[in-house]
């Protein structure tokens, strides 16, 4: 027992440490780990087995098609239209760019769902129109960086539905509902800091309509917004599965971009493709690799052994969710969101069970708690898109950043003290008891 | 070595291409069976086994083409702090990680996998088609990661030049993505 969880953390963290692909650090670990109990045979046939099947699966079908759907989307113009649809509702406020380009954000990330997509579309865009009107562009940077990773929460969002596999099928669509709350609770909190921010610093009010100008913005925002309408609406509603409501997105998505607003021709076809079999692929091996390693982990009942050591911490929930939060927390600065949900949510899902924490809450908790990692040095994603879309550094950026962490900090202290926040939603959708 | 340098780079390109079909026709299929049952008294039955099949094809032959193109997820934080030198004693090791999952997982527990849904006659449940089939994308992507891994091995990284020109924008954008 012990030499199998000692076989599985050095091997693993090794090989994570000289930058092993993660999928394949999964996979080589487990059948490390597997060697120690079983006859190299059946360790080797088994892993292959296990990330097949770990692929075999109608639900996952809906990530290829939000990636894909995300990539028809992800087009200037329809970045340009939600600012302008932003900036009728919160430009004449002051700081009135910062507010835009975090309602900005959380609208691409949501559609594209990619925070890193929402980043250099809205960014690209927001962060110069910001440093002309006199904002500090180390600002615009963070404000753009912290905002983009609300689109993980606010759905569609392909991340819900990798933490509905790894825990063992919890509701898409109830996930989908319990991400709106916390995901504009962040994005009420960012604005907060920013308008504070732009009263101590001076910074103008942004651009105002009148009201014949604001209309038409709104109107020609209408048919990006609609996706959001249609694919969320079809699987609250129960008329598609969410791997259905994925291929209408983007049947959708190819309609408004190829006919309507003609963002891109037939022949850019086969490279949005090729690019959402790529991204597609790289979540899929981590995703095989995975089921691998939770097989295994099971097989060993090391997910019960963990569960025991933690309860012997302490009995009380919010200290075993505390310090969850703080081992995630670490876990996010040095890790992607994909692979550390797909690999902490099968140990720490028992603990949960334990403690009577539901995994919709608990789930919120995780990818909220991963979102900050996504911004925050040595290794974040987001953070690096955004410093080399808004032409700084990261050690310039990490100081107005810190506020926005101070935001986001209290979000996730809210999401984990009160599962109401993420739970009221899809209660009151009848998708949970 | 030239041969095999341009085999490989020949055999990336057809791969690409085949992905591109397969994800259309995962997209063709897809529509089909949401059209049929919101059309069709009774929906199509093949369409989502067949779904599935192409999800396992995409991801296997993917993530291979992926690793050749410096794709994937990984933690970089301490290589790129090491000397040059140990950086590519290092980065060898990782090539040599993925040779041995390639032949062990994919080639050799596939193929066992592969052989034994023949052997059983397994069929899938709509198509009756043989798991084998649908298994083997399992052994053909792990000689894909093999073939990749040696070409590395040998020092040849495609796509260095431009890695060269935006170390971390452009590389970091693309893995991220996955976000």
């Known amino acids: ?433 | 070595m030239g041969t095999f340098l341009t085999f490989v780079s020949k055999l990336d390109l057809a791969l690409k291409y085949l992905l591109i079909i397969l994800m259309a026709l995962l997209l063709i299929d897809v529509s089909w069976q949401v059209l049929t049952r919101f059309l069709l008294p009774k929906p199509s039955s093949f369409t989502e086994e067949l779904a599935r099949f192409l999800l396992i094809w995409i991801g296997l032959l993917g993530a291979s083409h992926a690793y050749r193109h410096r794709m994937h997820l990984g933690v970089d934080i301490f290589v790129k702090s090491m000397s040059a030198r140990k950086a590519k004693v290092t980065t060898q090791i990782v090539q040599l990680m993925t040779l041995a999952f390639a032949i062990s997982v994919l080639i050799y527990g596939g193929s066992k996998l592969v052989l034994l849904a023949f052997h059983l006659e397994q069929r899938s449940a709509a198509m009756q088609v043989n798991m084998g089939v649908v298994y083997m994308a399992l052994p053909i992507s792990g000689v894909l990661f093999a073939f990749f891994a040696i070409e590395r091995l040998f020092g040849h990284y495609p796509g260095d030049a431009e890695q060269m020109i935006s170390h971390t924008s452009k590389s970091k954008a693309v893995k991220a993505e996955v976000q």
């Open chain 1, 1 to 433: 027992m012990d030499l199998t969880i000692a076989i599985l953390l050095v091997s693993f963290v090794v090989l994570l440490a000289i930058n092993t692909p993660i999928a394949i650090a999964i996979a080589v670990a487990t059948v490390l780990t597997m060697l120690a109990t079983m006859p190299a045979d059946a360790a080797l046939t088994t892993v292959a087995q296990r990330i097949a099947s770990g692929l075999d699966s109608f639900a996952l079908l809906a990530i290829p098609f939000f990636i894909l759907s995300g990539y028809l989307m992800g087009q200037g113009g329809i970045a340009r239209r939600l600012i302008n649809f932003a900036m009728v509702l919160v430009g004449r406020f002051s700081g009135g760019l910062a507010l835009v380009n975090v309602i900005a954000c959380a609208l691409f990330g949501s559609i594209s769902g990619s925070a890193v997509a929402a980043t250099s579309a809205i960014g690209g865009f927001m962060i110069p129109a910001m440093n002309k009107e006199g904002y500090d562009k180390n600002f615009n940077t963070a404000v753009t960086v912290t905002a983009s990773t609300t689109g993980m929460l606010i759905p569609p969002s392909n991340i819900l539905i990798i933490y509905s596999l790894a825990s063992g099928g919890v509701s898409i669509a109830a996930l989908f509902m319990a991400g709106y709350i916390p995901g504009l609770l962040v994005a009420l909190s960012l604005m907060i800091v920013c308008g504070i921010y732009a009263k101590k610093h001076n910074f103008p009010a942004g651009l105002k309509y009148s009201f014949a100008e604001g209309v038409h913005h709104l109107v020609a925002a209408i048919p990006s917004l609609l996706l959001i309408v249609i694919v969320i609406g079809g699987i609250i509603g129960g008329y598609f599965t969410p791997t259905e409501a994925g291929a209408i997105a983007v049947i959708y998505a190819l309609v408004l971009s190829l006919g309507v607003y003609r963002e891109i021709a037939l022949k850019d076809l086969p490279n949005i493709l090729l690019k959402s079999v790529q991204t597609t692929a790289i979540v899929m091996l981590l995703i095989g690799a995975s089921a691998s390693m939770s097989w295994m982990l099971s097989y060993e009942f090391i997910p019960q052994t963990f569960t025991e050591l933690v309860l012997t911490l302490s009995d009380n929930p919010i200290m075993i969710l505390i310090l969850i939060n703080i081992m995630l927390l670490v876990v996010g600065t040095f890790m992607d969101m994909t692979p550390a949900v797909l690999i902490f949510t099968p140990i720490l899902m028992p603990v949960m069970a334990a403690m009577d924490i539901s995994p919709l809450h608990f789930g919120i908790m995780m990818i909220l708690n991963l979102s900050i990692g996504l911004c925050t040095p040595p290794v974040g994603s987001v953070l690096f898109v955004g410093c080399s879309i808004g032409k700084t550094s990261i050690g310039a950026v990490v100081k107005p950043l810190l506020p926005l962490y101070a935001a986001m900090f209290i979000c996730l202290l809210l999401v984990t003290l009160f599962p109401q926040i993420s739970e009221t939603l899809p209660r009151m959708m009848g998708l949970i008891e």
